[in-house]
């Protein structure tokens, strides 16, 4: 153990952490730690392996030692919810969490995933307001993503994913932003190759909010036709491990701009790390040594 890591972790320092499979690629914890070290507060964030069928138990387990709150990736963003005292208005629209916050035994679910990728379009110049924006992915990443941007008054959503068990997940995600937003929005089938092309023509950016690309995946790409790529379409993947994707390979050959998971990620932790500690995420500090 370093001086470093034996002088911070103390009798009175609280526990933080992550569950999900596969997680050992995760940089939250050393984005949480860096945070928490530079300001001098008594925490420390753990990784920690854990996939649906182990998901009670370690809720259960977390709760038991008081650890004081945790974020949820795949795949238990949604399996997630029953074992919740409470659901934020936010996660009661997504279906989907990535934050629970423990206070006392009480255990209480948030979303921060669309917060975050909003912010990251932001930090790279698109403004999601007016435009239109087509999306791979209906599960609980393309949910968040997709809900906040429709409350940040994109104009036009095209969500494409495969009529598998996540389709329904879809239809809901649809009825509810037509219910709360004036956003335009439509499911299609990814298999839908001529839908694809209208949609991403006239859209200004085009995401991909699955885990095509990573662990398994490693190397595939979610684009159904390259040929729908263009110089001026911003095109962004939510996968950060590996940087870049064979989805992100293939638009920067067609000229695009593009962005990795990796902003979101900042910013959707930032989200979560001042709910648990009440104080904000120095990103720029993080960013810089994350970076490094």
Not at 44 to 71: I, M, P, Q, S, T
Not at 94 to 102: K, L
Not at 158 to 164: H, L
Request: charged share 20%.
């Amino acid at each position: 153990m370093s001086d470093e890591v034996a002088q911070r972790i103390t009798g009175h320092t609280e526990l933080l952490g992550l569950i999900a499979s596969p997680i050992r690629h995760s940089q939250s914890p050393r984005m949480h730690n860096l945070a928490l070290a530079t300001l001098g507060l008594d925490y420390a964030y753990l990784a920690f392996e854990v996939d649906d069928g182990e998901l009670a138990g370690a809720v259960a387990g977390l709760k038991a030692l008081k650890v004081r709150g945790w974020n949820v990736s795949m795949p238990n963003k949604i399996a997630i919810l029953p074992l919740l005292d409470h659901l934020s208005p936010a996660v009661r629209m997504v279906g989907a969490c990535n934050t629970v916050v423990n206070d006392d035994g009480v255990l209480t679910g948030h979303v921060t995933d669309g917060i975050g990728y909003v912010a990251a379009l932001r930090e790279n110049g698109i403004e999601p307001a007016g435009a239109h924006l087509t999306l791979i992915g209906a599960g609980g990443a393309g949910t968040a993503i997709a809900i906040q941007a429709a409350l940040d008054g994109v104009a036009r959503l095209d969500i494409f994913n495969r009529r598998d068990a996540v389709w329904a997940i879809g239809e809901k995600t649809v009825a509810t932003i037509r219910e709360n937003t004036g956003t335009q929005v439509e499911l299609h089938d990814l298999d839908d190759v001529a839908a694809f092309r209208t949609a991403v023509a006239d859209s200004a950016v085009l995401a991909n909010a699955t885990n095509v690309g990573m662990g398994k995946l490693l190397g595939v790409s979610p684009l159904p036709d390259t040929a729908v790529l263009r110089p001026d379409l911003f095109v962004s993947d939510v996968v950060y491990a590996p940087p870049r994707t064979a989805f992100l390979d293939q638009a920067e050959a067609a000229g695009c701009r593009t962005m990795n998971g990796l902003g979101m990620m900042l910013h959707q932790g930032a989200a979560a790390f001042e709910l648990w500690t009440g104080t904000p995420m120095p990103l720029d500090y993080v960013r810089e040594h994350l970076l490094a």
